[in-house]
């Protein structure tokens, strides 16, 4: 498992469309999926956020995708197959541009199907927090990124000013 520099906002191969997975059980995919699972536990050590990590931000233009909220999952291939019309409003932010925050609106509730690492199909429904890591990771190997979500230009603000904002407004409720 190697720890993988992890791409920036700028760099094209974040934009990139991921090529879908046709071969499973094969020894690249199972080093890509170890790649994401150590460079996803090194982000988040060292930054105290992270709960998602797609192919595309170390590099590879696969369609994979790791998680890990309750316990580590792996998709491959991952489409979203339904959407809830309700929708939520959100802070988002992202390991190629961890210093930004974007304000997205994301659907309340979607549904997934995807394949694990030996190409076995599931589905998965998801809600709330974890439909927005969904969104967002698919979204990454589909060549979309949070910013190109905002609301608008406004929100679009720096972690460390919303942080910040958010302090000083917690100081006048009390």
Not at 79 to 100: A, E, G, H, Q
Not at 115 to 140: F, M, N, P, V, W
Not at 152 to 165: A, G, N, P, T
Request: proline residues 3%.
């Amino acid at each position: 498992m190697a720890i993988r520099e992890i791409l920036q906002l700028g760099n094209p191969g974040l934009r990139a469309e991921c090529e879908r997975v046709e071969s499973f059980g094969a020894d690249d995919l199972r080093t890509l999926v170890d790649d994401l699972r150590g460079t996803l536990h090194d982000f988040k050590s060292r930054n105290r956020f992270g709960r998602g990590i797609a192919a595309p931000q170390i590099g590879s233009a696969r369609r994979v995708v790791f998680v890990h909220i309750d316990h580590p999952t792996v998709l491959v291939n991952p489409r979203i197959v339904k959407r809830s019309r309700r929708l939520m409003t959100l802070w988002d932010d992202c390991f190629s541009f961890p210093s930004l925050l974007v304000k997205v609106r994301r659907n309340l509730s979607i549904e997934v199907r995807y394949q694990d690492e030996t190409g076995y199909r599931h589905t998965i429904k998801a809600e709330g927090a974890l439909s927005e890591l969904l969104q967002h990771e698919i979204d990454h190997i589909n060549g979309v990124l949070a910013i190109d979500r905002a609301i608008d230009l406004k929100h679009i603000v720096y972690r460390s000013e919303h942080e910040k904002w958010m302090r000083e407004r917690e100081g006048l409720l009390l």
